[in-house]
């Protein structure tokens, strides 16, 4: 579930004032919960984030075997270096850490591995996600994340009655 600060619930109360189907829905539990199920619904039209969470055990999937048996011993240690320190986690959202793999998977020698990390590292977002996202959101472009995770009918009840 969001928490949002209440800052954030403003600007989504906003958001959803300016939307007139959703506006028009009572200001009731009923209303609510059609509304929070608008906004954890994908964004429509696709609109595409950094995941902020990939476990090492995926990353490690999408790593094409030939390519790692080619990597030098530096870039071996680099790589077991990153799965020590990471907690199990990678953050694609930090440009540093996908740069990180773009680099140990450069050249001739990453042309399997790179896309396929690529691919990894985004989804779409929800329309939640979204409306606080920063960034262009195309495929080719994907924005960072500043709210994750779903909204639920009472928050959205309790900002709907903010002044």
Do not use: C
């Not at 403003?10 to 009572?26: H, R, T, Y």
């Not at 870039?75 to 959202?93: A, C, E, K, Y």
């Amino acid at each position: 579930m969001a928490l949002l600060t209440p800052a954030q619930a403003l600007v989504l109360k906003a958001d959803i004032e300016a939307d007139g189907v959703l506006n028009a829905l009572p200001k009731n539990s009923t209303g609510a919960f059609h509304i929070a199920i608008a906004y954890n619904l994908l964004a429509s039209p696709d609109f595409t984030v950094w995941k902020t969470s990939v476990p090492i055990v995926e990353v490690g999937q999408k790593i094409d075997g030939s390519e790692l048996a080619n990597k030098t011993t530096a870039d071996n240690t680099r790589l077991q270096t990153i799965v020590q320190l990471s907690g199990g986690f990678i953050n694609p959202s930090l440009s540093d850490q996908r740069m990180f793999f773009d680099d140990v998977f450069s050249g001739a020698g990453g042309n399997i591995t790179r896309p396929k990390l690529l691919a990894l590292w985004k989804r779409l977002s929800t329309r939640l996600e979204k409306v606080f996202a920063t960034g262009t959101g195309s495929d080719a472009s994907p924005a960072t994340m500043v709210i994750e995770g779903s909204i639920g009918a009472n928050e959205i009840e309790a900002l709907r009655n903010l002044p």
